[in-house]
């Protein structure tokens, strides 16, 4: 449940913002059943959808994708999301093992 | 998280000071956490459930508030006896994971820069290498010389210590007859089983990264035993 001083996440995030590109970093606060990323596992997405890291085994990524571009062109600083198997959308982006994960994303400016 | 914060938590990192990140879910602020050192007002009345995460290396929503702590905490040490060619693929497994890398050989000729670039070799005698690192049952120790005169201080300062993982490469031959040496020094049975020889799971592989590799999956199969 630690986090890694060797994951290079942040500092990937720091080089894309010396590199002028807007940075929302997505993180799992909680987790329920099975799910396939600890809490403290993180993704980086920019303004234009690229994205580095993980916050699921690639199930519900597409979805942070598209929340955090939307979080920049609000201009809004933190949101919370949730993804649950009984999500209408589950067919699209839920999480195939059956667990819930919540995930927090947050614009470093 | 604004940028000079997340200036400063790589700073942390790279010099490897244990704290944690502390987030108010609602309005996106952020504190960067170190034991003994004072909050702000936003979260100091929740200082006592902060530090519990931290003495507990947890990451979590503290409970009926929207406070997310994070803790970053030191990788575990793994010292390496024997700068050969299967150290050479340890170093390269170990990055992606949470450890932290010391190799110890006395043999110069072994412990060259070049064979291990970006790398701090220790290059004396284990007895001598052990009072320049900071051991205890939170480290792990890997042998591989199989040379008994650099392998068994090694491991005899291992097992005083009580280092959560001790492995040692070799026959069963080989290890049989460092469990003798180990009887007669005076350790006890309980002492000497502790050291996984041969070391590694039977992954049936035979060359250097392959034997990298067994060796990697039995340290972390017995991290997450601990």
Redesign the interface.
Same mark, same amino acid.
């Given at each position: 449940? $630690?986090?890694?001083?060797?994951e290079k996440i942040?500092?990937e995030?720091?080089d894309w913002?010396n590199a002028n590109q807007k940075v929302v970093?997505a993180?799992v606060?909680?987790t329920w059943g099975s799910s396939p990323r600890?809490?403290?596992s993180r993704m980086i997405v920019n303004e234009t959808g690229d994205f580095s890291g993980s916050v699921s085994g690639g199930c519900v990524e597409s979805a942070v994708v598209r929340e955090c571009i939307g979080l920049i062109k609000d201009n809004k600083?933190?949101k $919370?999301i949730e993804f649950k198997v009984s999500n209408e959308s589950a067919w699209e982006v839920g999480l195939a093992c059956g667990g819930e994960i919540a995930v927090?994303l947050?614009?470093?400016? | 998280?604004?940028?000079s914060q997340? =200036?400063e938590?790589?700073k942390k *990192?790279a010099s =490897?000071i244990e704290f944690a990140i502390v987030?108010n879910?609602e309005? !996106?602020l952020?504190e960067i956490y170190e034991p003994g050192k004072s909050l702000s007002k936003e979260f100091e009345t929740h200082k006592e459930q902060i530090d519990n995460f931290f003495k507990l =290396? *947890? %990451? !979590?929503?503290i409970e009926n508030t929207e406070i997310?702590i994070?803790?970053?905490?030191?990788?575990i040490r793994v010292i390496i006896v024997g700068a050969v060619h299967i150290a050479q693929y340890l170093v390269d497994f170990a *990055?992606?994971? %949470?450890f932290?890398i010391s190799i110890i050989d006395p043999r110069g000729y072994f412990a060259s820069e070049q064979r291990f670039p970006d790398m701090k070799i220790i290059n004396k005698w284990p007895d001598e290498a052990f009072k320049e690192i900071e051991t205890n049952e939170n480290s792990a120790l890997i042998a591989l010389t199989h040379d008994p005169k650099i392998d068994d201080p090694a491991l005899q300062h291992a097992i005083n210590k009580k280092f959560y993982y001790i492995g040692a490469l070799g026959s069963k031959k080989t290890h049989e007859n460092r469990c003798q040496r180990l009887k007669e020094a005076g350790f006890n049975s309980d002492q000497i089983n502790s050291i996984h020889g041969p070391i590694g799971i039977k992954l049936g592989g035979r060359s250097a990264p392959e034997i990298a590799l067994s060796i990697i999956a039995q340290l972390v199969s017995e991290t997450y035993k601990k």
């Open positions: 449940m $630690k986090n890694s001083f060797d942040l500092e995030a720091n913002l970093l993180t606060i909680q600890q809490v403290g600083p933190c $919370k927090y947050e614009q470093i400016n | 998280m604004n940028h997340l =200036k938590i790589i *990192k =490897k987030t879910l309005n !996106g952020s =290396k *947890k %990451n !979590g929503v997310f994070e803790t970053y905490i030191r990788p *990055k992606s994971l %949470n932290e």
